[in-house]
């Protein structure tokens, strides 16, 4: 067999957005002058893509249409890779939630399945969700160096198909900051698909 022609997926997290650190899933705050400067950094001229594939949110959109439009790219906007809806802790900081609830962070933490955040995104739902997205853009774009715009939190359901990672453990077994980079490569098998983590946090 010769040597596999795979589809190579660069996902990037967003960078800061305004308002700073808080929980923000469905919220939809646009990046800060910070967080334009964390994108802008992350990406080099050497970075060769095909495609852009983007979460529809403010805080991701408008950084893979600029990065679409000054390469000549096509740009696929995917509401399957919105971030998880956090429900009642949308718009609190980590501490004013602890003050209000002291407990669920934790929890949550330690095993995002059994305490999902009150009024939120069932976490089986959130990575069924992303990866049925990511599964149909692995078939339209095979083969294809495609850039994603996305969130932590997808790229920690991604990443935990990819390295076979309990969902239970899924959300805190990985740090993911803003403008990280990670890169897979997937290659069809047959009727399979064998998925290779390449790298992950880099910078480019």
């Not at 795979?6 to 967003?14: C, N, P, Q």
């Not at 923000?24 to 400067?37: N, Y």
């Not at 906007?77 to 718009?91: K, S």
């Not at 996305?150 to 959300?171: F, S, Y």
């Amino acid at each position: 067999m010769g040597a596999l022609e795979g589809t190579r997926f660069d996902l990037i997290r967003h960078g800061e957005p305004e308002g700073g650190k808080r929980y923000r899933g469905t919220l939809d705050d646009p990046l800060s002058a910070t967080g334009w400067q964390q994108m802008r950094a992350a990406v080099s001229e050497q970075d060769q893509w095909d495609a852009v594939l983007t979460s529809p949110m403010a805080r991701c959109r408008p950084f893979a249409e600029l990065v679409a439009e000054e390469r000549g790219l096509p740009l696929h906007v995917e509401p399957g890779l919105r971030e998880i809806n956090f429900g009642d802790w949308e718009g609190f900081t980590a501490a004013e939630i602890r003050e209000r609830t002291p407990g669920v962070l934790e929890a949550f933490w330690s095993n995002p399945v059994a305490h999902a955040p009150p009024g939120g995104e069932a976490l089986p739902d959130f990575h069924q969700r992303v990866s049925s997205a990511i599964h149909q853009w692995r078939e339209s774009l095979e083969g294809q160096r495609v850039l994603v715009v996305c969130h932590g939190g997808v790229i920690r359901m991604v990443m935990a198909d990819v390295m076979g990672t309990p969902l239970e453990k899924a959300m805190g077994a990985l740090m993911v900051p803003y403008a990280c980079r990670t890169r897979l490569r997937m290659d069809r098998l047959g009727e399979q698909w064998l998925n290779c983590l390449v790298s992950h946090g880099l910078s480019s």
